[in-house]
């Protein structure tokens, strides 16, 4: 059933009735149920600009792409604007007229004598700072000065916005207001190189610019001349700008009286005359509160012709509309309410004009476009609001828009209107985030309102409420793309901060991710490479954790581009996914690369040794290639040195026990791992370092054991083929029967090696075996018994020492018996 078009089976009727016209059936919805559940994407406003010497493809979804002009595609040199442009140009710039009846005109008065003084310095090519305090009228004044000046110059009179504007900001203005250059921004080298010769009469009002970077602007473009209108409150230019200075002070009381007669359009009785006086005194003659003061009065004048109607009904009150009238005078606001207007202006005003003031508190001043408020305010003719505000003189103009006039946000936020300003904010982010994003809205659309957008972003960063900062970091996703591609840059950097400090707090790592990478394409742009390089390795660290595979690649080739320009090779692999170089004790990997871990259970022979080395497990973490290589040289020496070293004596050990020959051992005493060499052997021992050359030596020191013992602490069967007690039988391999209590019958990886000296165990000294023992022939000597230490090994040894020690027993043992001894 379709609750709004009714068929007639909603009625009771049948839906088989034949020849009824009137049964119409609604439209099927079978076209529609494709749609259901996949909702054609909208596409991605991608826009292509040079930025110097550099393509720049603006990209919403994974980020801008930057990239060297191919030869063909470097713009030509662009042209100025013709007189007629100019105009066009001067005419869409004008903040938009307000709807409603036309306000009257303000004549300029008392200002004939600055504005003569202003136009003659222009002529003569100097440049002039107009001051005067908040509502002294320099608007008005740079109006009329800006008629007197217009054929002084080649280029005309170009008329900018210094409020929150910076010199280089200023300077790509001046470009763009005298040359034509669509999609075509010039680097700092190429800006100044056009803006030198551009000859104009500049006038900049709200200058918020004074020292070094006002000096910046003057040094710059040397055949212009300008006209600064700013307050007393910002810093002084510097001494060698060279600057003429006009200040700008209050009207007297009479051209007071009169500008209040021009907004009330009519002339002021005594008693507001006198009114009008006190207020003067305690205004110091500031024209605008003389604007607000005439619009008090107009308000009166309003309540007052409201009072009429009712005075047919004086006599018989009930017939009047609310069973009363009116009372019979109004009287006039107090000092007090004439000196701050804004909160009395404001109460007289319609709903939709008192919910677009807070919405201006919210913005710290901004007031939205007047397309924007019928959204905003949830009323259709939302729109007329901006004609009341600027009527009762609470607006004043900035560029191309309105803000609240100097002092009436301060007033209006004592007086309660912004007690909801987050939430005002809130609603007022989340609509721009809409528009912004919307395919109709141009690039140039979203940089006029740039200061709005800006503003309400600004205001939900630092919120505690849950949800602002992810509703700021879907206004920064929707903004920055329009504000890059209308080559507004100072709104896009602004937005990009704003943004990622955003996602930083609400912890939205991917969309911090896009905010580093565009911040490092912007500082590309600009020629700050190492601000660049930083933001843009950030940005593929992140990517690369959230395996954001598309966005990492562009992050690389910027972070390619950055390199080239700053004569720095480029990396050979990508930054951010090389782990750090972490330290280790152990030697690096050789030269060669780690060479293949060998079997956990190598496989043995009867007639091989064994040597247990410890063999430290392949690092993670340290990159193999050159740059290791290169950090490990020194300690890949030491440990080829050392292998070489154990090697070497290991060889002569394996040598010496293999040509010695064995006797019986009549008492079946064994030697173990356990014991060492006694102090009544002298010099006869064997030292574990540095082995004995003297055969006779050997000869003395042996203990008529008939075994000695194994890599694993087993004891080697004698010749006798008698096995010792705790030994296996002669015809096993020491590797293939394990002895308890042995330190490790297999080598295991990672095992600690010991390191301490044996201790001397409380054993039976040792007998010479019986003389009627046969003995062995000449070519096999006995077995001399050595003082069982253990093979001092490195704590971490990498293969490359572990080879050619294994190497060297291996081939030690083919030369004579099977008697391995560790040193």
Known sequence: MDP?????????????????????????????????GHQTPQQSRTVQLISGDLLLTVNPVDGSEIEACRPGEIPDAPVR?????????????????????????????????????????????????????????????????????????????VRLSGYKRTANELLHGLFEAVYSAPLHRPDREGLLALVHGIGAVVLVDDLELGGAALQELLDATPECAFLFATTPD??????????????LTGLGRSASIELMEHVVERALTEEEANWAGDLWFESEGLPLRFVQAGALLRQR???????????????????????????????????????????????????????????AVALGGEVPHQAHLPALVGDTHADAALGELAGSGLLSPAGPRYRLAAGVLTQLEASGYGEDADAHARSAAQHFTWWAGHPSVTPERAVAEADAVLASMTRLVPGDAPGQASTAVLLA?????????????????????????????????????????????????????????????????????????????????????VSDRSGEPVPGTPAGEEAPALRHDAPASPPGGTPPAAPLFPRRTETSATLIARQSPPSAGRP????????????????????????????????????????????GQSVTTEQSTTEDDGENSVSADEPTDDPAADEGTAGGDSSTPGPSGTAIPSASGTPSPGTSDPGTSPSDTPTDGSPSDRPTEGSPSPTKKPTKPPTTPPTKPPTSSPTTPSTEPTPTETAPTETPTEPETSNSASGPAETATASASQDGPASPTTA
Not at 81 to 98: I, K, N, S
Not at 319 to 348: K, V
């Open 81 to 157: 604007h013709t007189a007629a442009q100019r105009v066009e140009r001067e005419r869409a710039a004008a903040p938009p007229v307000p709807p409603g009846p036309p306000a009257p005109q303000m004549p300029l008065l008392e200002r004939q004598d600055e504005r003569e003084r202003l136009v003659r310095l222009l002529a003569r090519g100097r440049s002039v700072c107009l001051t005067g305090p908040a509502g002294s009228g320099r608007t008005a004044v740079l109006d009329a000065v800006a008629g007197d000046c217009a054929d002084l110059a080649p280029d005309g009179v």
């Open 4 to 36: 709004t078009n009714r068929g007639p089976e909603d009625y009771g009727h049948g839906t088989d009735r034949s020849g009824d016209d009137g049964g119409r059936r609604r439209q099927s919805r079978d076209p529609l149920t494709p749609d259901f």
């Open 477 to 561: 996703r929707s903004a920055a793309p329009a504000f890059a591609a209308g080559m507004q840059w100072g709104a896009w950097e602004k937005s990009l901060r704003t943004g990622q400090e955003a996602a930083r707090i609400a912890g939205e790592v991917a969309e911090e991710a896009y905010f580093h990478h565009e911040l490092g394409v912007l500082a590309l742009c600009t020629g700050h490479l190492d601000r660049a390089r930083a933001e843009l390795e950030a940005s593929i660290g992140m990517r690369g954790a959230l395996a954001d595979k598309p966005g990492a690649v562009a992050g690389r080739r910027a972070l390619a581009l």
């Open 624 to 667: 193999v290639g050159p740059a290791g290589v290169l950090r490990g040289a020194r300690r890949n020496l030491v440990a080829v040195g050392a292998g070489a070293l154990l090697a070497a004596v290991l060889g002569t050990v394996v040598t010496l026990g293999a040509t010695s020959g064995g006797g019986e051992d009549p008492e």
């Open 301 to 359: 004048d309003d309540r007052r012709a409201g009072q009429e109607a009712f005075e047919q009904y004086d006599d018989d009150p009930e017939d009047s509309p609310f069973g009363r009238s009116e009372p019979a005078g109004l009287p006039l606001p107090s000092l007090g309410e004439g000196a701050a207007p804004a909160a009395l202006l404001a109460s007289r005003l319609s709903e939709a004009a008192r919910e677009t003031l807070r919405f």
């Open 234 to 247: 910002v810093s002084a230019p510097a001494a060698e700008a060279n600057l003429e200075e006009v200040f």
